[in-house]
């Protein structure tokens, strides 16, 4: 029997990912301060929050549309660079999932691959770069190769939540090569990149809704 | 006539660059959108920016012209989000210099595709300008050979061949089928061709610099004479 994440979990991880963001918001500002220009928390609060009121008005039936409302609700609530890379990101997702009301390890997987695959194609990035693909990247890899390995899809996100903490703590001795903070050369060694630690965020409550959410 | 898209970090930056290359133009504005700022404060909004190249889609085409980094994302992010499917370019000219160019070519008639060169092409003025070598020459791809029709007149107008007559002469240029050329003879810069008005400012003419106006087609003679008229009047700027 596959395992599936339902709707619902999805609509959980969301939920969840607000709070959490919510929660950490002074740390991602305080982050963003150091490098960039100190609002990442405040703009990811504002867009998290956007999300969980699109949710709650019930107005997507599947995964798809689910998605692609996400999408289109981070890019014109959060602003700036992180909106339209996170933006982009869901968009992906929901033009590369099925038009059903969940999905399934392998619909997971495909869907996760083709978001980060659209956030390297728009910002232009790299591991190494100093950029939420550091964290997002070595996720969705570790997951492919977990789940190819035969292992479950809870056990596999959790491996994947795991390695987006450690590419997010390997973005701080590096050099920005992307965005504002990349003006400031050498200066913005010695700090975590801010988008890096919001997408870790975005993994772990992934895992965390996988590992309550799914129907076997 | 082609719109224009203004995205920008700063709604003051993209209203004040988008009044300052609106001096230049003297007869029918091309239709400009700004998107800029982000949720009430400094940002780019790719909503917004298709709403604005939406809001354009009885135009012959839009150009896009960006400030910093993220508003090429949002911009490019824009593209595959909006609703309207005329075409449009995302332009890698400098935000302010470009703005100039399309405003002036977009106010010519001139092509999406020749604006968005013009666009991409405008900081050549500026940067033959800061060169410390003498007779530094940009845009010379014509093929050389006896113009229809000559004249050389000395610049009178205080400023010299300045963005606002620099625009006007475009426009005068514009008006005929004859391809004219300008150049510095005093300076040694060009020719350049006088559709372009970052190729004009890269003449870098002063008062009392000498240029030479060529002109090759049916018309070349009433062409080079439209010119001369305006050099000899000193672009309007003499009283």
Known sequence: MPETLTIDAIQQWLNRFASEITTQADWLTELDSAIGDADHGTNMVRGTAAVVAKLDDGSTSTVQELLKAVGMTLVSTVGGASGSLYGTFFLEMGRNSPSSVQLDASELENALRAGVNGVIARGHAAVGDKTMIDALEPAVTVLSRSLADGRQLHGSIAAAAAAATTGRDSTEPLVARKGRASYLGDRSAGHIDPGAASATILVAALAASVGEGIAR | ?239
Do not use: C, W, Y
Request: charged share 15%; hydrophobic share 45%; no cysteine.
């Open chain 2, 1 to 239: 006539m082609i719109g224009i898209v203004l995205v920008s970090h700063s709604e003051a930056l993209a209203n004040a660059a988008m009044d300052l290359a609106l001096q230049m133009v003297h007869g029918t504005q091309p239709p400009i959108r700004i998107a800029a700022g982000a949720a009430g404060g400094f940002g780019t909004d790719a909503t917004a920016i298709a709403s604005a190249i939406d809001d354009l889609a009885t135009t012959d085409g839009v150009l896009v012209i960006t400030d910093l980094g993220s508003a090429i994302l949002s911009a490019s992010l824009a593209l595959e989000i909006r609703a309207s499917t005329h075409q449009v370019v995302i332009s890698d000219g400098p935000f302010v210099e470009a703005t100039t160019a399309a405003v002036v070519g977009a106010a010519a008639g001139s092509s999406l595709a020749d604006i968005t060169a013009e666009a991409s092409n405008a900081l050549s003025a500026k940067k033959t300008q800061t060169l410390t070598a003498p007779h530094a020459s940009v845009g010379n791809d014509t093929a050389p050979g006896s113009p229809a029709a000559s004249a050389e007149e000395r610049l009178i107008n205080p400023m010299g061949l300045h963005a606002r007559p620099a625009s006007l002469l475009v426009q005068t240029a514009g008006e005929f089928s004859a391809d004219v050329e300008l150049t510095n003879t005093t300076a040694g810069r060009g020719p350049v061709n006088a559709s372009s008005v970052i190729g004009l400012l890269s003449l870098a003419a002063s008062r009392n610099d000498r240029i030479r106006i060529d002109a090759n087609g049916p018309d070349a003679s009433q062409a080079v004479n439209a010119v001369k008229q305006l050099v000899l009047q000193g672009f309007g700027e003499l009283s």
